[in-house]
């Protein structure tokens, strides 16, 4: 698989030190809170950011999935996600800090936001591994207190790797690359 990567931009030891450096903002940001946070994965993309960050955050966190799709077997969003699995952890006047592989175009966070505030949560921040602005097409609100987490911000590539993937492929690999265009165009 690594011949399929035309170059990586973050390393395995750079990815750890930046996620070690965001858990430490997460908290100080959070460590005053008299209950637990309630960390959302956004399945599956984000799975090992978020078994990194609940391990490095050091704050007592319940743990919990919501599966968002949008992108079928391509590399574009299709712009209309929808949520195919819920969370079971009840949300209702808790902290949720939403974790999520990548943002991009905004649809997805958009919409997991509105989600999470329609079932009470008294405050929603997002967590995510990258950040791509460049193509951000929606804007969203965080809700109550809720803060913008990030660990790189990515240039406009076709990333795989630490999780994320192109066709269920390439999550396994221990740092962020870009995808050569031949394997998907």
Same mark, same amino acid.
């Given at each position: 698989?690594?011949?399929?990567? =035309?170059?990586?931009? $973050?390393?395995?030891?750079q990815?750890?030190?930046?996620?070690?450096e965001?858990?430490?903002?997460?908290?100080?940001?959070?460590?005053?809170?008299?209950?637990?946070?309630?960390?959302?994965?956004?399945?599956?993309?984000?799975?090992?950011?978020?078994?990194?960050?609940?391990?490095?955050?050091?704050?007592?966190?319940?743990?919990?999935?919501?599966?968002?799709?949008?992108?079928?077997?391509?590399?574009? @969003?299709?712009?209309?996600?929808?949520? @195919?699995?819920?969370?079971?952890?009840?949300?209702?006047?808790?902290?949720?800090?939403?974790?999520?592989?990548?943002?991009?175009?905004?649809?997805?966070?958009?919409?997991?936001?509105?989600?999470?505030? @329609?079932?009470?949560?008294?405050?929603?921040?997002?967590?995510?591994?990258?950040?791509?602005? @460049?193509?951000?097409k929606?804007?969203?609100?965080?809700?109550? =207190?809720?803060?913008?987490? $990030?660990?790189?911000?990515?240039?406009?590539?076709?990333?795989?790797?630490?999780?994320?993937?192109?066709? =269920?492929?390439?999550?396994?690999?221990?740092?962020?690359g870009?995808?050569?265009?031949?394997?998907?165009?």
């Amino acid at each position: 698989m690594d011949g399929h990567i =035309e170059k990586i931009l $973050w390393t395995e030891e750079q990815i750890s030190d930046r996620v070690s450096e965001v858990a430490s903002q997460i908290f100080h940001d959070l460590k005053g809170l008299s209950s637990p946070v309630v960390m959302v994965g956004v399945a599956t993309g984000a799975f090992m950011f978020l078994a990194d960050i609940v391990r490095k955050t050091k704050l007592p966190v319940y743990v919990d999935f919501i599966r968002a799709e949008s992108y079928g077997f391509g590399t574009e @969003s299709n712009g209309a996600p929808r949520i @195919s699995s819920d969370v079971k952890v009840d949300v209702k006047g808790k902290h949720v800090i939403l974790v999520e592989d990548i943002v991009d175009t905004g649809n997805t966070l958009s919409c997991l936001i509105s989600h999470l505030e @329609s079932k009470g949560a008294c405050s929603v921040s997002v967590c995510t591994f990258l950040d791509k602005p @460049s193509r951000r097409k929606v804007h969203f609100d965080l809700v109550g =207190e809720g803060k913008f987490y $990030w660990g790189f911000e990515c240039p406009d590539y076709f990333v795989v790797g630490y999780g994320m993937d192109f066709a =269920e492929l390439y999550r396994n690999l221990p740092y962020v690359g870009v995808l050569k265009p031949e394997l998907y165009k």
